[in-house]
């Protein structure tokens, strides 16, 4: 009988935070750090931002949604104890803000932004790092997290260069917008040149997705231990 008691105490005080679910969501915290997003994937653009566009096929909104996509089931399936959220898992348009947001809110242990390069000429080709530099961070509390950006860098970097061997660009400072508040440790990745032939023709192939994937979940996996 007592049981029957506590049971429907219970059941009556669900029933009763569920009916104030809808006025405290203004006030709602932000979600818990580190337990519910460890990495924070960032794949740029989305929607009517095509972002660089070369062909059908060449399209880095495109390239980028598949890399992320695909490295937040390899990095969650190769260990159980890493959560990765993404900034969008569509198509869709999500602006700068809203993601500086997420990152604010979900304060991930790393950021990754994931893009595709277009420009300079054809012969520019290869995959580069940025990571936002001094001038470019926009909050003094951001600093402490300037050095773990750079060793999430230099950790990716080594693994892609196993993807792609000579042809990094080096890990630079760079104005990123979405990095420029730098609430987590955070890196902009340029997976390779949509602009040069055998680049593009590289990096829209499921082989060299795959690799790539592999070499940043192994990347992200040594800066997190
Ligand atoms: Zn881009």
Request: a positive charge.
């Amino acid at each position: 009988m007592n049981m029957m008691k506590i049971t429907w105490a219970k059941i009556l005080l669900c029933g009763f935070l569920l009916l104030l679910l809808p006025f405290s969501t203004v006030e709602a915290q932000p979600a818990a750090a580190d337990s519910s997003c460890m990495v924070l994937i960032d794949p740029a653009h989305g929607g009517s931002d095509t972002g660089v566009k070369v062909s059908k096929k060449g399209v880095e909104k495109d390239i980028t949604l598949a890399v992320a996509l695909a490295l937040k089931k390899q990095l969650e399936e190769s260990d159980r104890k890493i959560t990765v959220c993404l900034t969008r898992t569509e198509d869709a348009a999500v602006s700068i803000d809203e993601r500086i947001r997420m990152a604010e809110q979900l304060k991930p242990r790393a950021l990754i932004s994931l893009h595709v390069n277009g420009g300079f000429g054809a012969g520019a080709s290869g995959y580069e790092i940025s990571f936002p530099g001094q001038q470019n961070i926009t909050k003094e509390s951001a600093e402490q997290h300037m050095n773990r950006s750079i060793r999430l860098g230099q950790r990716l970097q080594k693994s892609l260069e196993e993807v792609f061997p000579r042809k990094g660009r080096g890990i630079r400072e760079a104005p990123v917008p979405l990095l420029s508040v730098l609430h987590a440790p955070s890196v902009c990745v340029e997976l390779a040149f949509l602009t040069n032939e055998a680049d593009r023709d590289k990096i829209i192939s499921a082989k060299t997705q795959k690799d790539v994937v592999q070499a940043l979940a192994k990347g992200i996996r040594e800066y997190l231990k």
